[in-house]
């Protein structure tokens, strides 16, 4: 019986499929069977048979039904599609007669045999003048107002059209587009960055250097020597004016009257108007003579304060970070300086005040102080722990409790901050580096913030003992509750000349002085994979 019922279901539904065959090679319908028409047929063979077939017919049932339901769908799909195809012909034929009426002299009675495939490396955007859309450009690709449509792009007016914007700089509120072309570039929508930290910084003079200030470290006599030949040098080969601080100018005419020709300065005055002379600087010692040169400090006041001369800094220290020339070849090297051009990199500074309890608004400050390393607020030597708030841009970041916290610039990533677990970061990536120094908390792990916030470091009422705040080392001031210490990046960076460029120097510095990751190669007659 079984058999009997497959076979008459077979040849019914190839009766059926072959009925029907519509142009796209689907039938039309999948109803192969009614549920009257499986009762019929199982009705004489269910009476007085087993449970099997009745459970037979069950399935039956149910498998027609799925069947009647599939073939339902599949009509209204075909329908709901014919549909579409017929709005699709209408929309074509509409936007293929109004383009053909914008451009006729372009395209003229032969649009549609031109079947729009000029249009493929055409674009179009909106004119802001009118809010209308230009003619499309052939070298800018499809944009994202044509429509992909049957493999050909269409230009269609009624398409949303993607929206214009403007980007602008705001500090403090204060809006300023300075940085614009240094950071991104946009047009059309689209954002692209300039990679300014990513290429490197060339100097190359317009006119030829005339004086240069030469900067030694004290109280050694190589560099007393050595400071003596090179001034000589330069003013016999190069004839330049040469400029030296007082101790120096009064040692070299001990030697020698012959260094008459030197100048020096007298007073702050005249130090505040160096940058307006000097037109290159040349520093005889190690990263401390630098830092003694751009930081602010009580004892001397700072060489600049404001616009800084390109320096190049000779290494007569321990590490020499940032003095990548070698003193044995130091006419070579300025004499290429001078004839440039130069690879140079722009070392940013730290600009902080201190801001006590009693002044009457924030602009009420000490004098203003810069650093090139860090500046560091600890608990001095006071055996409580250092309990500090910190705001970025007048948004609470954290309460640091501790032994304190560094605030470095990039140049001082690899002094301070380094040895209180900070990251070590390229000098000419602009950034501040925010390091806590033995912080009372597994979480507290250092950060890095962009070059354009303001920070500012409170001491609160209720903190147990003062703090202290040092500057790249130099002149500790004491922190009272309710005092703070604002930071934020100086308007003036230092451009320091490279011995190759500021990448080179920067990764031959942590190989040279600090060992970076050096280890023995490991044995290659150990275990091999086959």
């Known amino acids: 019986m079984l058999e009997v019922i497959l076979l008459v279901i077979s040849m019914k539904g190839e009766a059926s499929i072959s009925c029907s065959q519509p142009e796209n090679g689907f039938p039309n319908s999948f109803s192969l069977f009614s549920e009257k028409e499986i009762d019929e047929l199982l009705q004489p063979s269910v009476q007085g048979t087993d449970d099997h077939l009745i459970e037979f017919s069950e399935a039956m049932r149910t498998v027609a039904k799925a069947l009647r339901r599939a073939a339902e769908g599949k009509a209204s799909a075909q329908a709901e599609a014919a549909e579409w195809k017929r709005k699709y012909e209408l929309e074509r034929a509409r936007n293929m007669l109004e383009f053909k009426e914008e451009s006729p002299g372009e395209y003229g009675g032969d649009f549609d045999n031109a079947r729009m495939g000029n249009l493929v490396n055409q674009s179009a955007w909106c004119n802001e003048a009118n809010g209308q859309f230009e003619k499309p450009n052939g070298r800018n690709g499809i944009c994202s107002h044509e429509v992909l449509q049957d493999g050909e792009p269409v230009f269609d007016s009624q398409m949303i059209r993607k929206a214009s ?41 317009e006119s030829c250097p005339r004086t240069v200030l030469v900067l030694t470290k004290p109280n050694s006599i190589s560099v007393r020597i050595l400071c003596a030949e090179m001034v000589r040098w330069l003013r016999e080969q190069k004839k330049l004016e040469i400029y030296v ?57 700072s060489m600049f304060k404001g616009p800084v001369p390109p320096i190049v800094p000779f290494s007569l220290g321990s590490l020499g970070f940032m003095t990548p020339f070698h003193t044995e070849h130091y006419r070579e090297c300025l004499d290429s300086v001078l004839k440039g051009p130069i690879s140079i990199t722009l070392r940013h500074r730290l600009q902080c005040h201190v801001i006590r309890d009693a002044a009457k ?14 500046v560091t607020i600890d608990r001095g030597i006071s055996s409580y722990l250092t309990n500090l708030e910190c705001y970025c841009d007048d948004s609470f970041v954290t309460s640091v409790q501790g032994d304190g916290l560094i605030l470095s610039t990039t140049s001082g990533s690899t002094a301070y901050s380094l040895a209180a677990g900070g990251s070590m970061v390229h000098p000419q990536v602009p950034g501040i580096l925010f390091t806590p120094i033995c912080p009372h908390s597994l979480s507290f792990r250092p950060l890095i913030l962009p070059e354009h916030v303001t ?17 790249d080392g130099k002149d500790r001031k004491q922190l009272a509750p309710g005092d703070a210490l604002v930071c934020s990046m100086a308007p003036w960076p230092v451009p320091t000349a490279c011995l190759v460029d500021s990448t080179d120097d920067f990764f ?16 290659f007659d150990g275990p091999r994979v086959l």
């Open 508 to 523: 031959r510095s942590i190989h040279e002085g600090l060992h970076w990751n050096l280890r023995k190669v490991q044995s």
């Open 361 to 374: 608004n924030e602009y009420e400050t000490e004098e203003p102080i810069l650093v090139l390393n860090e």
């Open 455 to 471: 920070l500012r470091v409170q001491v609160p009422f209720n903190s147990r003992s003062h703090a202290w705040a040092s500057f």
């Open 245 to 301: 601080e007082p101790r120096v100018r009064v040692e070299l005419l001990t030697e020698s009257s012959y260094f008459n020709f030197v100048q020096t300065w007298k007073d702050e005055k005249e130090i505040s108007l160096l940058h307006t002379k000097v037109d290159l600087v040349a520093t005889l010692g190690g990263d401390g003579t630098v830092l003694w040169l751009l930081s602010t400090h009580v004892q001397a006041a």
């Open 165 to 205: 914007f403007k980007l602008s700089w705001c500090c403090k509120g204060e809006q300023s587009d300075q940085h614009k072309h240094d950071i991104v570039s946009f047009e059309r929508g689209n954002i692209t960055t300039a990679e300014r930290s990513s290429k490197q910084i060339s100097l190359r003079w």
